[in-house]
Protein backbone atom coordinates (compact mmCIF):
# COMPACT_ATOMS: atom_id res chain seq x y z
CA UNK A 1 0.00 0.00 0.00
CA UNK A 2 2.49 2.58 -1.07
CA UNK A 3 0.72 4.17 -4.20
CA UNK A 4 -0.68 7.10 -2.06
CA UNK A 5 1.74 9.88 -0.41
CA UNK A 6 0.94 11.08 3.06
CA UNK A 7 -0.64 14.81 2.55
CA UNK A 8 2.04 17.14 1.12
CA UNK A 9 1.88 21.37 1.81
CA UNK A 10 1.83 23.11 -1.56
CA UNK A 11 3.03 26.72 -1.58
CA UNK A 12 0.01 27.31 -3.35
CA UNK A 13 -3.23 25.52 -4.90
CA UNK A 14 -3.32 23.81 -7.89
CA UNK A 15 -3.73 25.90 -10.86
CA UNK A 16 -6.85 23.93 -11.95
CA UNK A 17 -8.65 24.94 -9.16
CA UNK A 18 -8.07 28.65 -10.05
CA UNK A 19 -8.13 28.47 -13.69
CA UNK A 20 -11.76 28.36 -13.74
CA UNK A 21 -15.52 27.42 -12.06
CA UNK A 22 -15.67 24.33 -10.24
CA UNK A 23 -17.86 21.57 -11.61
CA UNK A 24 -20.45 20.30 -8.88
CA UNK A 25 -19.82 16.61 -8.88
CA UNK A 26 -22.34 15.11 -6.15
CA UNK A 27 -23.12 15.47 -2.29
CA UNK A 28 -24.07 13.89 0.80
CA UNK A 29 -25.80 14.18 4.18
CA UNK A 30 -22.80 16.51 5.41
CA UNK A 31 -20.94 17.80 2.48
CA UNK A 32 -21.33 19.42 -1.03
CA UNK A 33 -18.12 18.19 -3.63
CA UNK A 34 -17.05 20.22 -6.57
CA UNK A 35 -14.26 19.44 -8.75
CA UNK A 36 -11.63 20.05 -11.54
CA UNK A 37 -10.34 17.29 -13.83
CA UNK A 38 -7.80 15.59 -10.94
CA UNK A 39 -8.83 17.47 -7.90
CA UNK A 40 -11.84 17.78 -5.43
CA UNK A 41 -12.93 20.28 -3.05
CA UNK A 42 -15.27 19.98 -0.22
CA UNK A 43 -18.35 22.49 1.05
CA UNK A 44 -19.32 21.80 5.01
CA UNK A 45 -23.37 22.03 5.18
CA UNK A 46 -24.64 23.58 7.78
CA UNK A 47 -26.52 22.32 10.55
CA UNK A 48 -29.13 23.52 9.25
CA UNK A 49 -28.77 22.04 5.97
CA UNK A 50 -28.37 18.80 7.34
CA UNK A 51 -31.49 18.16 9.53
CA UNK A 52 -33.07 19.62 6.33
CA UNK A 53 -31.82 16.70 4.07
CA UNK A 54 -32.46 14.34 7.13
CA UNK A 55 -36.43 15.69 7.73
CA UNK A 56 -36.27 15.41 3.80
CA UNK A 57 -35.21 11.52 3.32
CA UNK A 58 -37.80 10.49 6.45
CA UNK A 59 -40.74 12.24 4.35
CA UNK A 60 -39.67 10.69 1.22
CA UNK A 61 -38.93 7.31 2.83
CA UNK A 62 -42.52 7.43 4.34
CA UNK A 63 -44.06 8.26 1.12
CA UNK A 64 -42.41 5.41 -0.27
CA UNK A 65 -44.13 2.78 1.66
CA UNK A 66 -47.32 3.99 -0.12
CA UNK A 67 -46.61 4.02 -3.47
CA UNK A 68 -46.03 1.30 -5.66
CA UNK A 69 -42.66 -0.24 -5.37
CA UNK A 70 -41.36 0.95 -8.72
CA UNK A 71 -42.62 5.10 -8.28
CA UNK A 72 -41.39 4.52 -4.74
CA UNK A 73 -38.00 3.56 -5.86
CA UNK A 74 -37.76 6.49 -8.16
CA UNK A 75 -39.16 9.21 -6.22
CA UNK A 76 -36.22 8.43 -3.55
CA UNK A 77 -33.38 8.12 -6.55
CA UNK A 78 -34.50 11.19 -7.64
CA UNK A 79 -32.13 13.24 -9.53
CA UNK A 80 -29.91 15.34 -7.37
CA UNK A 81 -30.98 18.74 -8.65
CA UNK A 82 -34.47 17.89 -7.83
CA UNK A 83 -33.58 16.82 -4.35
CA UNK A 84 -31.69 19.99 -3.94
CA UNK A 85 -34.47 22.18 -4.74
CA UNK A 86 -37.10 19.98 -2.17
CA UNK A 87 -34.07 20.25 -0.06
CA UNK A 88 -34.00 24.20 -0.33
CA UNK A 89 -37.78 24.09 0.22
CA UNK A 90 -37.76 22.15 3.29
CA UNK A 91 -35.10 25.03 4.48
CA UNK A 92 -37.61 27.73 3.54
CA UNK A 93 -39.78 25.93 5.75
CA UNK A 94 -37.90 25.44 8.68
CA UNK A 95 -36.57 29.04 8.70
CA UNK A 96 -40.26 30.08 9.44
CA UNK A 97 -41.30 27.26 11.74
CA UNK A 98 -40.31 27.34 15.69
CA UNK A 99 -37.22 24.96 15.99
CA UNK A 100 -39.57 23.15 19.01
CA UNK A 101 -41.97 22.00 15.75
CA UNK A 102 -39.11 20.72 13.88
CA UNK A 103 -36.15 19.45 15.94
CA UNK A 104 -37.45 16.91 17.24
CA UNK A 105 -36.11 14.41 19.66
CA UNK A 106 -36.12 11.65 17.53
CA UNK A 107 -34.37 14.20 14.85
CA UNK A 108 -32.05 15.60 17.30
CA UNK A 109 -30.56 11.79 17.76
CA UNK A 110 -30.60 11.48 14.16
CA UNK A 111 -27.95 14.27 14.04
CA UNK A 112 -26.10 13.52 16.66
CA UNK A 113 -25.33 10.33 15.70
CA UNK A 114 -24.28 11.45 12.24
CA UNK A 115 -22.00 14.13 13.63
CA UNK A 116 -20.66 11.65 15.99
CA UNK A 117 -19.71 9.18 13.27
CA UNK A 118 -18.50 11.73 11.02
CA UNK A 119 -16.42 13.55 12.94
CA UNK A 120 -14.74 9.99 14.69
CA UNK A 121 -14.59 8.46 11.44
CA UNK A 122 -12.58 11.54 9.52
CA UNK A 123 -10.21 11.38 12.18
CA UNK A 124 -9.72 7.64 12.20
CA UNK A 125 -9.68 7.59 8.65
CA UNK A 126 -6.55 9.78 8.58
CA UNK A 127 -4.89 7.98 11.43
CA UNK A 128 -4.83 4.76 9.75
CA UNK A 129 -5.67 5.65 6.23
CA UNK A 130 -3.75 8.24 5.39
CA UNK A 131 -0.51 7.72 3.60
CA UNK A 132 -2.20 4.38 2.16
CA UNK A 133 -3.59 3.46 -1.08
CA UNK A 134 -7.18 3.21 0.48
CA UNK A 135 -8.08 6.61 0.54
CA UNK A 136 -7.61 8.97 -2.20
CA UNK A 137 -4.92 11.77 -1.86
CA UNK A 138 -4.92 14.68 0.03
CA UNK A 139 -2.93 17.98 -0.42
CA UNK A 140 -2.96 20.85 1.75
CA UNK A 141 -2.22 24.18 0.66
CA UNK A 142 -2.72 28.12 2.02
CA UNK A 143 -6.51 29.51 1.99
CA UNK A 144 -7.53 29.66 -1.84
CA UNK A 145 -10.94 31.23 -3.07
CA UNK A 146 -12.36 28.96 -6.31
CA UNK A 147 -14.87 29.77 -7.71
CA UNK A 148 -17.45 26.90 -7.99
CA UNK A 149 -20.88 26.21 -9.77
CA UNK A 150 -24.36 27.57 -8.10
CA UNK A 151 -24.25 28.67 -4.59
CA UNK A 152 -22.61 30.42 -3.33
CA UNK A 153 -20.84 30.87 -6.10
CA UNK A 154 -16.99 31.09 -4.20
CA UNK A 155 -15.68 28.88 -1.79
CA UNK A 156 -12.08 29.10 0.26
CA UNK A 157 -10.57 25.91 0.88
CA UNK A 158 -7.16 24.66 2.28
CA UNK A 159 -6.88 21.65 0.78
CA UNK A 160 -7.55 18.82 -2.15
CA UNK A 161 -8.14 14.94 -2.61
CA UNK A 162 -7.91 12.90 -5.79
CA UNK A 163 -10.72 12.98 -7.90
CA UNK A 164 -12.14 9.53 -8.43
CA UNK A 165 -12.88 7.88 -12.10
CA UNK A 166 -16.08 6.45 -10.82
CA UNK A 167 -17.67 5.33 -7.71
CA UNK A 168 -17.92 1.50 -7.41
CA UNK A 169 -21.51 1.30 -8.14
CA UNK A 170 -21.03 3.28 -11.10
CA UNK A 171 -18.23 0.69 -12.68
CA UNK A 172 -19.99 -2.23 -12.04
CA UNK A 173 -22.64 -0.96 -13.90
CA UNK A 174 -20.76 -0.07 -16.80
CA UNK A 175 -19.04 -2.92 -17.04
CA UNK A 176 -22.84 -5.02 -16.65
CA UNK A 177 -23.99 -2.50 -19.47
CA UNK A 178 -20.20 -3.75 -21.54
CA UNK A 179 -21.21 -7.27 -20.78
CA UNK A 180 -17.80 -7.35 -19.21
CA UNK A 181 -18.61 -10.11 -16.55
CA UNK A 182 -15.03 -11.37 -16.03
CA UNK A 183 -13.64 -7.82 -15.26
CA UNK A 184 -16.50 -7.24 -13.03
CA UNK A 185 -16.27 -10.03 -10.71
CA UNK A 186 -12.41 -9.36 -10.88
CA UNK A 187 -13.65 -5.89 -9.55
CA UNK A 188 -16.32 -7.58 -6.82
CA UNK A 189 -12.99 -9.42 -5.63
CA UNK A 190 -10.20 -6.59 -5.52
CA UNK A 191 -13.39 -4.79 -3.26
CA UNK A 192 -13.41 -7.50 -0.89
CA UNK A 193 -9.85 -7.47 -0.63
CA UNK A 194 -9.80 -3.89 -0.21
CA UNK A 195 -11.93 -4.08 2.84
CA UNK A 196 -9.66 -6.41 4.10
CA UNK A 197 -7.00 -3.98 3.75
CA UNK A 198 -8.73 -1.04 5.43
CA UNK A 199 -9.23 -4.08 8.91
CA UNK A 200 -5.41 -4.65 8.81
CA UNK A 201 -4.49 -1.19 9.87
CA UNK A 202 -7.12 -1.71 12.04
CA UNK A 203 -10.66 -0.33 11.17
CA UNK A 204 -13.88 -1.06 9.57
CA UNK A 205 -16.31 0.22 7.93
CA UNK A 206 -19.99 -0.71 9.24
CA UNK A 207 -21.17 1.44 5.87
CA UNK A 208 -19.98 -0.67 2.90
CA UNK A 209 -22.09 0.79 0.32
CA UNK A 210 -20.69 0.55 -2.72
CA UNK A 211 -21.37 4.68 -3.25
CA UNK A 212 -18.93 5.37 -0.54
CA UNK A 213 -16.13 3.29 -2.68
CA UNK A 214 -14.09 4.87 -5.74
CA UNK A 215 -11.86 3.69 -8.50
CA UNK A 216 -8.68 4.97 -9.04
CA UNK A 217 -6.42 3.46 -11.83
CA UNK A 218 -6.34 -0.13 -10.15
CA UNK A 219 -7.05 0.96 -6.75
CA UNK A 220 -10.45 0.80 -4.59
CA UNK A 221 -10.66 3.89 -2.36
CA UNK A 222 -13.08 4.74 0.26
CA UNK A 223 -14.90 8.17 -0.11
CA UNK A 224 -16.73 8.73 3.11
CA UNK A 225 -14.86 7.93 6.23
CA UNK A 226 -18.56 7.88 8.09
CA UNK A 227 -19.37 4.33 8.87
CA UNK A 228 -15.65 3.84 10.14
CA UNK A 229 -14.65 2.67 13.75
CA UNK A 230 -12.35 0.53 16.09
CA UNK A 231 -14.38 -0.51 18.21
CA UNK A 232 -15.12 -4.27 18.22
CA UNK A 233 -18.88 -4.27 20.14
CA UNK A 234 -19.40 -1.87 16.86
CA UNK A 235 -18.13 -4.47 13.92
CA UNK A 236 -19.88 -7.29 16.19
CA UNK A 237 -23.02 -5.43 15.44
CA UNK A 238 -23.07 -5.07 12.30
CA UNK A 239 -21.62 -8.64 11.29
CA UNK A 240 -24.64 -9.60 13.51
CA UNK A 241 -26.92 -8.07 11.28
CA UNK A 242 -24.38 -9.67 8.02
CA UNK A 243 -25.52 -13.29 9.06
CA UNK A 244 -29.04 -12.41 8.43
CA UNK A 245 -28.25 -11.37 4.64
CA UNK A 246 -28.95 -14.63 2.39
CA UNK A 247 -27.67 -13.12 -0.62
CA UNK A 248 -24.95 -10.11 -0.15
CA UNK A 249 -25.30 -8.96 -3.48
CA UNK A 250 -28.76 -7.96 -3.59
CA UNK A 251 -28.21 -6.02 0.25
CA UNK A 252 -25.24 -4.20 -2.08
CA UNK A 253 -27.38 -3.15 -4.59
CA UNK A 254 -25.96 -4.89 -7.45
CA UNK A 255 -28.45 -7.32 -8.13
CA UNK A 256 -29.50 -5.83 -11.72
CA UNK A 257 -25.81 -6.28 -12.59
CA UNK A 258 -25.41 -9.99 -12.03
CA UNK A 259 -29.43 -10.91 -13.10
CA UNK A 260 -27.85 -12.42 -16.12
CA UNK A 261 -25.03 -13.82 -14.62
CA UNK A 262 -26.35 -16.04 -11.54
CA UNK A 263 -23.26 -17.96 -11.48
CA UNK A 264 -20.96 -14.81 -10.79
CA UNK A 265 -23.71 -13.46 -7.96
CA UNK A 266 -23.47 -17.52 -6.35
CA UNK A 267 -19.55 -16.98 -5.90
CA UNK A 268 -19.12 -13.64 -4.96
CA UNK A 269 -22.09 -14.42 -2.39
CA UNK A 270 -20.10 -16.98 -0.91
CA UNK A 271 -16.72 -14.89 -1.19
CA UNK A 272 -18.38 -12.30 1.01
CA UNK A 273 -19.34 -14.83 3.68
CA UNK A 274 -16.27 -16.38 3.44
CA UNK A 275 -14.60 -13.12 4.13
CA UNK A 276 -17.09 -11.04 6.24
CA UNK A 277 -17.41 -13.02 9.41
CA UNK A 278 -16.41 -12.34 12.74
CA UNK A 279 -13.79 -14.67 12.92
CA UNK A 280 -12.10 -13.37 9.40
CA UNK A 281 -12.52 -9.41 10.85
CA UNK A 282 -11.57 -10.36 14.40
CA UNK A 283 -8.29 -12.12 13.21
CA UNK A 284 -6.98 -9.13 10.69
CA UNK A 285 -8.40 -6.44 13.52
CA UNK A 286 -5.76 -7.98 15.79
CA UNK A 287 -2.89 -8.24 13.52
CA UNK A 288 -3.41 -4.39 12.69
Not at 224 to 244: H, I, K, N, Q, Y
Amino acid sequence: MTDAAKPELLAHAPAELTAGRLRRLGEGIGRVVYASDRWVVKRERSPSEIVALIVLWKILRRIERLLPRWLGSRLVQRPARQIQMLRVLAEAIMAVVPKALWFTTHIRHVWRIYHFRNTRGEALAREHLEGTALVPLRIEFPPTCVKIGGWPGELTVCEATERVEATLDQRIAELADAERFDDLEALLERFLRARQAGWSQGVFSVDAHLKNYGIIGSRIVLLDAGGLTDRWPDVERRLAAEEDVDRPHVALGIGPALKTRPDIAERFDARWKEVVNPEVVAQTLRRA
